[in-house]
């Protein structure tokens, strides 16, 4: 039963609530001030740091403001701005008078007279303009005549005007005026102030020129900003709004606020961590350079560097680096693997060092051998993409053929003429198609040839084997590469013995069966000064360790004695381009043909490095190896070839039609981490923060076997991938390549996809990387080439040797030239031995056998680099007057200007120790204003050069020779230098020989 409720009793009254009350009361100012504490603090950190910001930035500035004062005052001390300063004075002393007349005609005539006349003016105009709209909307034609009598006596009114005097007195007079008049009073007051604004400017043109001049040579002196510029950060800081700093790319509706923490990025000075007490996340974007060129107001932040741009509570948001976001900031030593996304198509992407590094290793590791990765194989997909033109054409021709057939008998049987024509018509209509298809067709077989000439793998070809290699060295060498020749590009397979030997069994046995033509041994004393001058070094090293020197493109040859024979090295060095014939295949085919270039060597030259070589052994002894000659061997080690994947790099008999047996990485970066192998190594991949593509590339690359750690795998079910013995470095550099080839969600218009003469920029690097050009010749201002590293080459008396700087060679040289000069660098049909342009150059410019593809594709990538067109017109120079020849011809012989003591003279004896090319290439070889440029500041050009510069001094609009003239010279008032270029392009055998003659004087 429900007990009775007490009805008497009041819990209001009989209980307190001042328990629950102040518990509440405490509960919800807790929640208040946890509100507030999260609101302010929580989820707004980015206060803080912009107070830290403010705080920080401002006492740099007030410290480095006294530096950039006495900087500043230093260089206004300095006796060239001191120089400027006083013909600043004297020029706007000069311009005063007239400038100060000027402003007062213009501020108390000219101005006041116009306004006078516009006010009166607009008022009679305004009549005008309302009546006209009335005559325009007018249908009726007697009314229209009314109103335009109503304008003829708007402008036949008389209007008073008080105009100021002209003169700027400041007198003022009434003028009657009717509106023509006044409207050519306006226009020409107008104009009259228009010319005093010009005149001024015109006067103030030599002071502002000297402003300008000073100016520029306070920026150029002053590293960083002035003072005043200082101060203006300082005022800012001041007035600084503590506010979120956002970025929004309105055309993909991307939003970026990093620079609500990352104040200093975009600051005009540089700030380190140490200036801002240590605080790394205010430091300036690490180039300016790159920050002008991808304007974040235009590119955003995230979209290069990852992370979450949106996010301000935290940094681990903000950077995106957990589990709920899929694009983490890149770590800072893979910046720059947002590179890649938009400039996927290049092959070198300026100011991203680290990226091209992983792209080069990429390609000289030999990667592509067994992962395709686009970009990366362009002349065999090149040549695809020409094969199936060719097909498509084929079946075209076919098919019009057969109609063509079926016409011509239609036409045969049909009855009616005018039916019969037709078909015949259609029949003649098809063979011209065909013939036009055969042109198409015919311009791609040229380009097939071209194609299959430069289609290679990336490793040597192996069906030379047995000519080439000693036999009991291959397994050695296939058990372990770094062994023999550490730093090999080849890497170290897991093979088993067993499996060595089946290998080894199975390239013996499917070798070429050929002989070598015998040669008498050379001097091998002679040939290690060969192979250390001629530019070996440039792609070839020799030594080890730290005794190692050279370029490291190609093998390492300290112990190549070891393993290959005499005649094979006489004959690869002669002409690498040689081969044994295949009986297999088809003799007229096209071949690839080798990077190896031919040097041009003599053949008692070849004979002598090749006895070089041939001492470039140890005392290593080897097994004999007669497993190798095992058919049943052979049979097996043809499948664990197919398994390890070695056609993918190397020609091999039998398996020429071999494909990559790797994953393809063109867009690895985008694959989920889910579906990357971490094997066993999963759970501790989470627990220790590697579970991402970071982590998984780095370990991979590090120990390509790592992921088989606790696998219960037989032999051959293990991972395939070698080790390529990377450095950390390599590793990095390779990651960083690899965490950019994402499928990028950015619209076209962010990459970097040119279409013009920029893309020729791009199909050269590939060939200069290729090709190794880089080995001899310095390209970019901020690369060396392996020959400057080369002991021999840092002796001051060699570095003259070294081959010519190609900076500027689009702007230097003629198309033309350089065609033929990469065609045939002997620049002769039958003296081949020898340098065709630098003859006293010990380095040898080799032959490389280019398609006329690749030939043309790098003339285009040095005029490109150097904006210059394809198309170059000889420029009317000047003939020279008897008078200027002389002049000339005495300037050469002058000791001031000894011209022919460096450069060449076809002198044989002369010649040996010369410095530069004959004067009589220029107007063959040169463009010149190019040379023009050159003679002025040659070091500006190509720093380090051994021209002398400041041969010349400017000498008001022209420039004169800074040395000691002839007297011959006096009264000559045209440009020296201009006239040294026209002598140059105009020089003759005969005049070149009459200067020899003559010597300096």
Partial sequence: MQKPVDTDVDPVVTKSLSVPLLISTLILTFSLVWAIYDEVYVMRPWKNFQSDFIELYSSFLTRLKPRQAAAEAEVK???????????????????????????????????????????????????????????????????????????????ARVVEVDLASEDGSGEVETVEMKFEALQAEFLRLQERRVALQAERAKVLEPASEIRAERDALLADRLAGLTAQQVDGLVNRMENFNIDIKQIHLNDIDWVDRCESCHLGIREPITI?????????????????????????????CSTCHNGNGRATRSVVKGHGRHKFWLWPLWHKENMQAGCHQCHAREVITEQADVLNKGRTLFLNKGCWGCHRFEGFD???????????????????????????????????????????????????????????????YDALKVEEKSLVLETRKFGPNLKEIKVKLRKEWIPVWLTNPHEFRPGTKMPEFRLLEDEVQKISAYLWQNGIEGELASHPPGDPERGKELFGTRGCLGCHSMGEGDAREGGNFAANLTRVGEKTNYDFLVRWINDPSEVTPDPEADADAPHPIPIMPSLRLSIDEVRDVASYLMTRKTDATYEPADYMDDPAMAEEGMALIRHYGCAGCHEI???????????????????????????????????????????????????????????????????????????????????????????????????YEPEDDRRYIQEGWWIVRRYNCVGCHQISFSGQSALMSVPLYEDPDWQEQLPPQLYTQGARVQPDWLIRFLDNPALHETDIHRNGMRTYLEARMPTFHFSERQVMKLSRFFMARSSQSMTHVDPDLEPLTAQETSLARRLFQSRGAPCLRCHMTGNPSHDRDATAPNFLTASTRLKPDWTYRWMLEPAKI????????ELFRKEEDRWVFAGPLPAAFEGYEKDHADLLVRYMF???????????????Q
């Fill in 942 to 949: 190509a720093p380090g050069t051994a021209m002398p510069s």
């Fill in 272 to 300: 380190n961590a140490e200036d801002v007490g240590g605080r790394a996340e205010f430091v300036s974007h690490p180039s300016l350079d790159l920050l002008r060129i991808h304007d974040p107001e235009q590119f955003g």
């Fill in 378 to 440: 362009r002349e065999s997909d090149e040549l695809a993409a020409v094969r199936q033109q060719m097909k498509i054409l084929d079946d075209r021709r076919n098919a019009n053929l057969k109609e063509q057939r079926e016409s011509i008998a239609a036409g045969d049987v049909v009855e009616d003429m005018e039916e019969a024509d037709a078909l015949y018509a259609r029949a003649d209509l098809l063979s011209l198609r065909n013939a036009k298809l055969d042109a198409e």
């Fill in 653 to 751: 008999r039998g398996l020429e039609l071999e494909g990559r047996i790797g994953t393809e990485l063109t867009l690895e970066g985008s694959k989920p981490v889910e579906r990357l192998d971490f094997a066993l190594l999963t759970h501790q991949a989470e627990m220790e923060g590697w579970y991402n593509h970071k982590g998984f590339f780095e370990r991979k690359l590090k120990d390509p076997a790592i992921y088989d750690q606790g696998k219960m795998r037989v032999h051959l079910e293990k991972l395939r991938m070698p080790n390529f013995h990377l450095s950390d470095d390599e590793i990095t550099a390779l990651t960083t390549f690899l965490l950019g080839a994402v499928d990028t969600n950015l619209p076209a218009h962010y990459r």
């Fill in 986 to 1000: 105009q020089l003759t055998p005969a005049e070149l020989r009459r200067l020899t003659a003559a010597g300096v």
């Fill in 77 to 155: 001390e300095s006796p060239e701005y001191q120089a400027l300063q006083q013909d600043l004075e004297a020029a706007e002393e000069l311009a005063a008078q007239r400038v100060k007349e000027i402003d007062t005609v213009v501020r108390r005539g000219v101005t006041p007279r116009l306004l006078a006349a516009r006010l009166s003016f607009q008022i009679l105009k305004s009549e005008i303009d309302a009546i006209t709209y009335q005559i325009e909307t007018e249908t009726s034609e007697s009314a229209k005549q009314s109103l335009q009598k109503d304008i003829d006596e708007i402008k």
